[in-house]
């Protein structure tokens, strides 16, 4: 049966392949469509037989000596999964593409990039080999790429799109790594020749977890994920959500069970995505164009999953990538129908009063917040508060802990204040911009993934789960602590709207100039380091180089060095014609000499 459901996934997959090349673009989307139903039916046959994973289609391509490059596809529950998911967001965006994209003369040139988008990220989920994966990591990074500078003309569409590029060249130093001792190490780069002859060590994990890192936007390598916003709504949907970024938390996970057999490096990972899901937290507080707000929950989203990994539950990682899916599309979409209704005006502080122009937008915006804050009962909730068990029920120190509860409630701060400046508050738009919800490429795709937002959890979490069972010796007070913390992060933003968005006195505040700059990353890793390095260079050249060794070495060295010699010299200067035949004689004595002993 398992068989037969690859073969089918794979069938649709080629199809999509196929209707790329049509020239109507609503011919794709309906394909993306019934391919993600046919995933979903395969996907409960496969649950109905209780069957684990199945390797199937090998191919051998390349074999040189013992060396074998082989094309082979891994079909286990996170791929079937993620299929499902992937194709059941991607086929609502391309419906919201063709309201958001109406006007553009390339649309249908759009679509198929989001189509080979979301090809390259399926085809990275289901490689066996890391030939394969290296594919698809280099096919999402190009789309990315073509999607962001989409709208060329602007400037700062290009700077993000190869802001995108540059970091993302050095996260894959670390999947080169990988492939250079895969090669030297073993003759094999499957990952199941790699799960069974136990060979890989600290140095290749290390490689992992750098290519996940800026796949992933961990700390460090962070700062292309706001930045990508300046591509089009849809490409930031579909790269937000289940393409790109998920990427290096999926390579995590498929690494995770020789991962969690070192400590060492599943201490790392831990502290990584711990560290990320906080700054990028603190970071959205303060921000006030709506689509960096939703850009930046997405990084402090992924610090999650990589903590999930890091305490040693990858299979709730999954499960929050799925869930994140639903809500953070649904998210970018939401924003992207205010921005279009208000042309273009992305600023939140120039919003407000909308819950009556777009009711639909409205609630849809409000049940994704709700979701990402992790409500009892939506999807968020089913996936982040496990995570937040798991990791109170694991060996890591309380700072942990800590440090993960106090980003949850900044990730209600921030969401409570979204909803207070675009939904609660009196309108502050300049002029009257009328919104129309009269579309049905905007309210359908909306509806359609407020629905995933909210029965998703129930659905996912009854078989994702159960792969590893957990201790549940929690008192209720502690399981409770991720609702707790929720609750005070609402509390908070509403001191913090009040400061910074009522009354006469709007200045700048001091304390928050860390979160509105971004923890100053741009200003240090842009700016003053590479002033201090060209600093250190010129001091290097001017003082070391030119003014030392320079004049130690060449002729004005020379010159100082035996200038004791010259001034001998200029002594037998004495005008004296005995001292002259006296050094004639010398010297034909010495020549005859050395003339004869040779």
């Known amino acids: 049966m398992l068989e037969l459901c690859g073969v089918l996934s794979l069938a649709s997959l080629l199809v999509m392949v196929l209707f790329l090349f049509s020239n109507n673009k609503h011919d794709f989307s309906q394909a993306v469509k019934y391919a993600g139903y046919m995933n979903s039916f395969l996907l409960l046959l496969i649950l109905m037989n209780d069957e684990s994973e199945m390797l199937f289609l090998k191919w051998e391509w390349v074999k040189l000596g013992g060396y074998s490059l082989t094309l082979s596809f891994r079909f286990d529950l996170y791929t079937c999964c993620f299929f499902v998911v992937g194709l059941y967001v991607t086929w609502n965006i391309l419906m919201f593409s063709f309201y958001y994209m109406s006007t553009d003369p390339r649309i249908d040139l759009f679509c198929k990039y989001l189509g080979l988008f979301l090809v390259a990220m399926l085809l990275l989920v289901s490689a066996e080999s890391l030939f394969q994966l290296l594919i698809g990591w280099e096919g999402v990074g190009i789309m990315s790429y073509l999607l962001i500078s989409w709208w060329y003309a602007r400037s700062d569409a290009n700077t993000a799109a190869l802001q995108a590029i540059f970091y993302n060249r050095v996260g894959d130093i670390g999947l080169i790594i990988m492939l250079v001792w895969s090669l030297v190490n073993t003759y094999d780069w499957t990952f199941t020749s790699l799960y069974a002859n136990n060979v890989v060590n600290t140095f290749f994990l290390l490689g992992v977890v750098l290519a996940a890192a800026g796949k992933s936007a961990q700390l460090g390598l962070h700062p292309w994920l706001p930045a990508a916003m300046e591509g089009p709504t849809p490409v930031s949907s579909l790269l937000h959500s289940s393409t790109m970024v998920v990427a290096g938390v999926f390579l995590l996970i498929r690494f995770s069970p020789v991962m969690l057999t070192n400590p060492s490096v599943q201490l790392v990972v831990f502290f990584l995505g711990t560290m990320t899901t906080l700054f990028s937290a603190i970071c959205a507080l303060a921000q006030n164009d709506m689509k960096k707000v939703v850009a930046f929950s997405t990084a402090s989203q992924l610090g999650l999953m990589v903590?999930?990994?890091?305490?040693?539950?990858?299979?709730?990682?999954?499960?929050?990538?799925?869930?994140?899916?639903?809500?953070?599309?649904?998210?970018?979409?939401?924003?992207?129908?205010?921005?279009?209704?208000?042309?273009?005006?992305?600023?939140?502080?120039?919003?407000?009063?909308?819950?009556?122009?777009?009711?639909?937008?409205?609630?849809?915006?409000?049940?994704?917040?709700?979701?990402?804050?992790?409500?009892?009962?939506?999807?968020?909730?089913?996936?982040?508060?496990?995570?937040?068990?798991?990791?109170?029920?694991?060996?890591?120190?309380?700072?942990?802990?800590?440090?993960?509860?106090?980003?949850?409630?900044?990730?209600?701060?921030?969401?409570?204040?979204?909803?207070?400046?675009?939904?609660?508050?009196?309108?502050?738009?300049?002029?009257?911009?009328?919104?129309?919800?009269?579309?049905?490429?905007?309210?359908?795709?909306?509806?359609?993934?407020?629905?995933?937002?909210?029965?998703?959890?129930?659905?996912?979490?009854?078989?994702?789960?159960?792969?590893?069972?957990?201790?549940?010796?929690?008192p209720s007070s502690l399981k409770l602590a991720a609702v707790l913390v929720t609750a005070i992060g609402s509390l908070v933003a509403w001191d913090m709207v009040k400061l910074l968005h009522q009354g006469e006195d709007t200045g700048d505040v001091a304390y928050l100039s860390f979160e509105a700059q971004v923890g100053f990353y741009s200003l240090i890793v842009h700016k003053l380091m590479p002033k201090a390095w060209f600093s250190l260079g010129e001091t290097y050249q001017m003082q070391v180089m030119d003014r030392g060794w320079t004049e130690l070495a060449l002729p004005q060295g020379i010159g100082e060095n035996y200038k004791l010699l010259a001034d001998n010299v200029n002594q037998t200067q004495t005008g004296l014609i005995k001292m002259y035949i006296a050094i004639m004689l010398l010297v034909v004595f010495v020549v005859s000499g050395l003339m004869v002993s040779f």
Not at 337 to 358: C, P, S, T, W
Not at 372 to 397: Q, R
Not at 421 to 432: A, D, I, N, P, W
Request: positive net charge.
């Open 307 to 474: 903590t999930a990994v890091g305490a040693g539950v990858p299979q709730l990682a999954f499960l929050h990538i799925c869930m994140h899916a639903f809500f953070k599309a649904m998210l970018f979409m939401c924003s992207g129908g205010y921005i279009h209704g208000l042309q273009n005006e992305q600023d939140v502080r120039k919003m407000g009063g909308f819950f009556n122009a777009a009711p639909i937008t409205s609630v849809c915006l409000f049940i994704g917040s709700a979701a990402l804050m992790g409500t009892p009962f939506l999807a968020g909730f089913f996936s982040k508060d496990p995570i937040i068990e798991a990791i109170n029920l694991g060996n890591t120190n309380s700072w942990a802990i800590g440090l993960v509860l106090v980003a949850t409630s900044f990730t209600a701060a921030y969401s409570f204040r979204l909803l207070y400046l675009s939904l609660g508050s009196s309108s502050r738009m300049l002029v009257l911009q009328p919104m129309n919800e009269d579309y049905k490429n905007l309210v359908g795709p909306l509806q359609r993934l407020c629905y995933g937002s909210i029965v998703a959890g129930v659905v996912f979490i009854s078989f994702l789960v159960p792969l590893q069972i957990s201790t549940l010796s929690l």
